[in-house]
């Protein structure tokens, strides 16, 4: 896991857009993985701005609310759609994102793995993570190895969200996530946290146990890991002077 630490959310955010960028122009056809939230606007939005060439590239959601519609203002549809996707040229066919309407859950999400795999993998999956260390919407006790699949948000996520949905009330109780076995599939994680709220999930995902109490915690396992992280939600971990050696100290081949 190669911790990156920048003194605010907009220096964290440009290195992981650089990293995206990369991946974009050395592989045309790449298979993105997105997230949503408050943590990746900044990505998007310097994302943008780079003016890439996104015609072959294609997209999957890590999640979506169930029984929210797709138009709904809060959905991840509407998210995507507003803040991403229709500032870019990707083709609408090459984006995908659980349907959280679907009458049949588990039947779209076996149909959602079988698109990943069909699309060659993930190679690059965008993360964000939960006060509680969730990942996707996979909250703490969710299987380490799970799929694609509903869950059922914590009080803690539905707490978090309410600031989306206009009071805690409005929020959904469940929503569609990749799994945890979906997500450690993908070539490449890319986790970007900021604010001091974060802090804590970040410094038990990345120094403490392996634990399904913190989903985050299972990147430990995969081979390659980048998290962007800005000083607020890095004063937690232990080995901070350590990472930050580390990153000013990067060989020339391994620039970003
Ligand atoms: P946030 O959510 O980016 O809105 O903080 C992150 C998450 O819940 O994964």
Redesign the pocket.
Known sequence: MEIIIQPDPAAAAEIAARLIARLIREKPGAVLGL??????LRLYCELVKMKLDWRKITTFNLDEYAGLPSQHPQSYHSFMREKFFRHINIAGNNTHIPNGMAKDIPAICERYEKKIRAAGGIDLQL?????DG????NEPSSSLASRTRIKTLTPR?RR??ARFFGGEKNVPHHAVTMGIGTILEARHCLLL?F?R??ARAIAAAAEGPVTARNPASVLQMHPKVTVCLDAAAASCLEMKKYYRWVYENKPDWQNI
């Open positions: 997230a949503t939230g408050g943590t990746p993360l964000g993570i939960g006060t969730h990942i996707g919407f996520t978090d969200n946290a604010g709220k974060k």
